[in-house]
């Protein structure tokens, strides 16, 4: 029982620690490259936009949908790895 609760505290903070990572990257992405580096971004244009304004108007959308896909792909892994899955 006792080594049970070890699993799953271990599980619980492996879990965290991909969200967070998660998180920050997508923070990165939408704030930092959407709002704080917008000007020196919009210097670089692709396709006739700039860069800073596909940042802040669909890049940290697409990042993020991206984000989630990631987040189911690591937390499949770790259910099976602590085996916490439904199968």
Not at 28 to 51: C, H, M, Q
Not at 55 to 84: C, T
């Amino acid at each position: 029982m006792d080594n049970h609760k070890k699993q799953m505290q271990k599980y619980w903070k492996r879990n965290i620690r991909t969200l967070l990572i998660l998180l920050a990257v997508w923070f990165i992405v939408s704030f930092g490259f959407g709002i704080l580096l917008v000007e020196p971004l919009n210097a670089i244009k692709i396709g006739g936009y700039k860069l800073g304004f596909w940042f802040a108007q669909q890049g940290s959308i697409f990042s993020f949908v991206i984000l989630i896909f990631v987040y189911v792909y690591r937390m499949n892994k770790l259910d099976e790895e602590f085996d916490v899955n439904e199968k």
